[in-house]
């Protein structure tokens, strides 16, 4: 699928639907545009609202440099040849993300081995106008980590060393290369946990997982990555290294810029190193599989465990049976814990506390009145170590089960519980037997992942999906993007989520310490430029016309 490109037909679509809206100044893309100076050749700022999340083509900056060979003796100069990688093979797993849909054609892949190098090369792309696209593991989910055309990628996975931990704080610091289960298995070893945990957790690295402030399945007990992680190190686009890697919990000189490199997916700076909080290892972990009939059970059920499971309450997952019948039918040596009848909806429930005999009562008296008052149907206590991995299998295992089944469109929303799963039921009648709708996420959290899994990526079925989703969203006051980040695939989708005055203050961060934006490029912010420039003058003259047609 190429989601980019714009159909003549999707644009007739996109003209018919600015004719038949009125343009009025309350939608916020119509808003952030009347606010930009009116240098686009004098266009009137209106005509471009319309074209929604349909018309993102993004058009290669013609500012960027391309690559000559005095650049690559350059790289090599600094990184040696072997840190410079032009290995057709390696560039082409480089250059596609985890799902196969968006691909670049990146023809440089650079491996730093520690901050100075990244600084050099930072500095050198910088003063030749050569794009970049930070690559940690890979695995993000909004095609932010692949080039779009030909950016060079800067991977930092050789810088993968832990620099100290405190065993009386907890505090550890690391390169940003560490993958997030070494140091899983690193923290466990002393007696700690990472606050952070997700089912790409064997291929993500922390850089990458701070630069999206992945959220993860523990979320709700241990929180965001803006509260646990302590400081980092990043270097800038020029190659200026900003060293915040402070290890306080309390530190309110100033403003807190590290926050500005939490969740900005690569747009600002390389984060190289980063100090993290981790809470001490309890002894006591237990975990339910549970059985829902409909959503309201699941709803006052998480309430009910807020409730009576609070301080020990570390999981609340939930996922639909359409989202169960993925993972039975796709993976192997997976089955339903649960007798063979079909239920509505699973639950995942953890809790971690340090008084076995104390939290497993808490836990099995929730879940036996739970029961009696009919909110589960059915649900199994993992007995060992190695039923409690399969029950978690089960729920990571969701996005490969559709990744497996073929194309799928992924949306990651925030909402009010309440609301959540009706967007998936409207979606599944809105598309009817075209494809199969999935529901699954991180409910204690609010964050719904809502999955299309269709036979083939069809502009037909996109239609069906987009702007819609993100207008539900933003109606409902949710966020369009939870925990997976914007990259490409959002970044014209932003004002769904945010006022034009953040935007506009974002772009201008972005122009302080990226003026030559060449740190992944097209991704996070609007590129209206480009976007303004999709159409040439026939599509407004078209739409001129239409309006003048229409009254
Ligand atoms: P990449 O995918 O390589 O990059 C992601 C973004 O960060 C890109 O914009 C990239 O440019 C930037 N970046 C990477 N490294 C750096 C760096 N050192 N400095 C600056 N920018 C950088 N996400 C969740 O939030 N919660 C989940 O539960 C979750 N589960 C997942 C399960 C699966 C099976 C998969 C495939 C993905 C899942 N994700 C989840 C999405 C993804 O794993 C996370 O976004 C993760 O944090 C990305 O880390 P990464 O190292 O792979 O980064
Ligand atoms: C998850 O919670 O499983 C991840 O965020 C990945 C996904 O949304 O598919
Ligand atoms: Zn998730």
Redesign the pocket.
Known sequence: MDKYKVTHRLLRQSIKSLVNRQLTSNNPIYRFISALPLGNGGRNPQLYRSFGSLATKVERNPSFSSLNSDDLSYFKGVLGEKNVVQDEDRLETANID?MHKYKGFSKLLLLPRNTEEVSKILEYCNSRRLAV?????????VG??VPVFDEVIIN?GSMNKIIAFDKVSGILVCE?GCILENLISYLDNQGFVMPLD???KG???I???V??N????RFVRYGSLHGNVLGLEAVLANGDVLDMLGTLRKDNTGYDLKHLFIGS??SL????KVSILTPPKLSSVNIAFLACEDYLSCQKLLSEAKRKLGEILSAFEFLDSHAMDLVLNHLEGVRNPLSSAVHNFYLLIETTGSDESYDKEKLEAFLLHSMESGLISDGVLAQDINQASSFWRIREGV??ALMRAGPVYKYDLSLPVEKMYSLVEEMRARLGQSANVVGYGHLGDGNLHLNVSAPRYDDTILAQIEPYVYEWTSKHRGSISA???L?LMKANEIFYSKSHGTVQLMASIKKLLDPNGIL?PY?VLPSLPPLLQLSSWTLFLTVDILIIACG
């Open positions: 985890w696209v930070p690559q940690g593991g890979n695995t993000g989910l932010g980590s930092v940003a997700l089912g790409a291929s993500c690295q850089g990458g997982n630069s999206t992945a959220g993860g399945l997916e690569g700076g390389i984060v190289t996005p490969e925990e997976h980040g990259g992944n991704k």
